[in-house]
């Protein structure tokens, strides 16, 4: 009896295995010969589709810019096309690439990035002021070298280009005297006059020089002067400095603008209403100041056109000299209101850093070499022309 039933429970399976592989089949016999034809039929059913495909590489290229592997996730976004939010995230791997240049001290790499996105989240705002490598005074030329060493050339009449055996320089800034920074926040100056007043000074981040004083700005936000201006002892909160004739500007976090002046009779420190602002700059007697939209707002002494400046547009840097105002464009080209410079200064490109002096400009290529234009009647524009910095 035990085997009938073993016998009857072995047949019982078999019909039934027999049953599964023909209904599996659809309603062919399942054999060894058909058996790989149904696992490929099968497995093809379980292929990805297009959409599942795209949205993995999207997810590998997130992963790829979480990681700081830049180049890769640019590619990566890049081969996704208009896939989801691709070509917003390919801004964003810009943006984010740039922060990691600044905070490894590849300041032009930085501002080339953040140049190109200029529009996006606070870009225009991150790009460093290679500006600070030239400086273009009254009649003369200051270069700042790769290595902190510093030249001038051009008109010497008060030792405004005697800075030989200075060192460890990170930012030059010249009028008729040359100030300069040291990477330990101290400041030197070619004026015996100023000489003892700013060598008090410590924690210096950023500096403006005109013949009649000297400012500072610290690195807690706070102001420093040489002599008079004593309401901006009380200013705080200031990212940037600018001064002109006889007036100072401090730009505050918020985007507005604060001014100290003993002569305002061009309105130069009408600068009140002004927001939204980014960057500023200060001729004799006129005020410039850059929107974060990249448009430029200008008031003071406008005799010579120099505030002419109401169609600027993907302006990311500006300066302004004596009597002009310069702008860089996101693209590295420069415009400027002075008629006479406006031909040479159209066939500039590659710029990241610009100078305006009070007859001459001085532009900083991409390559690290200098170009000039405007007067030379000292030599401050040969003496200084493709002179390579870094």
Request: proline letters at 1%; hydrophobic letters at 40%; a negative charge.
């Amino acid at each position: 009896m035990p085997a009938v039933l073993l016998a009857v429970m072995v047949f019982a399976v078999a019909v039934a295995f027999a049953v599964y592989c023909f209904r599996y089949n659809g309603g062919e016999s399942l054999t060894a010969q058909n058996l790989p034809k149904k696992q490929a039929e099968n497995t093809k059913t379980k292929e990805k589709s297009p959409e599942q495909i795209k949205e993995e590489k999207y997810m590998a290229a997130v992963s790829l810019l979480e990681h700081k592997r830049f180049d890769e996730a640019m590619a990566a976004f890049e081969e996704l096309g208009d896939y989801r939010d691709s070509a917003q995230q390919i801004y964003e791997v810009k943006y984010r690439k740039g922060e990691s240049c600044l905070q490894d001290g590849k300041d032009l790499e930085a501002a080339l990035l953040f140049m190109e996105i200029n529009y996006y989240k606070d870009a225009i705002k991150r790009i460093p002021d290679l500006g600070r490598y030239i400086s273009a005074g009254a009649n003369y030329s200051v270069c700042l070298m790769g290595d902190g060493l510093v030249t001038a050339e051009g008109d010497n009449s008060w030792g405004q280009c005697n800075v030989e055996g200075w060192n460890d320089i990170i930012c030059v800034d010249a009028c008729f005297d040359t100030m300069g920074i040291r990477a330990d926040g101290r400041v030197v100056v070619t004026s015996d006059e100023d000489r003892d007043a700013v060598k008090k000074w410590r924690d210096i981040v950023a500096v403006c020089n005109e013949e009649a004083f000297k400012v500072g700005l610290k690195s807690d936000g706070t102001v420093v002067c040489s002599k008079g201006f004593a309401d901006v002892k009380g200013w705080n909160d200031i990212t940037e400095i600018a001064a002109g004739g006889a007036y100072i500007l401090g730009l505050r976090a918020d985007g507005t603008v604060a001014a100290s002046c003993t002569d305002n009779s061009f309105g130069q420190c009408n600068v009140d209403r002004w927001s939204d602002i980014v960057g500023i700059s200060a001729g004799f007697n006129h005020s410039v100041g850059l929107r974060a939209d990249g448009t430029v707002v200008a008031v003071g002494d406008n005799s010579m056109g120099m505030c002419n400046v109401s169609d600027w547009g993907d302006i990311v840097k500006i300066s302004a000299g004596a009597f002009q105002t310069v702008g860089l464009r996101s693209d590295g080209t420069v415009v400027t209101t002075s008629q006479e410079l406006s031909g040479e200064l159209n066939l500039w490109s590659d710029i990241v850093g610009i100078s305006a002096g009070y007859f001459h400009v001085m532009g900083l290529k991409a390559d690290g070499t200098v170009v000039v234009a405007g007067s030379d009647d000292s030599g401050q524009c040969s003496g200084v022309e493709n002179r390579k910095l870094f």
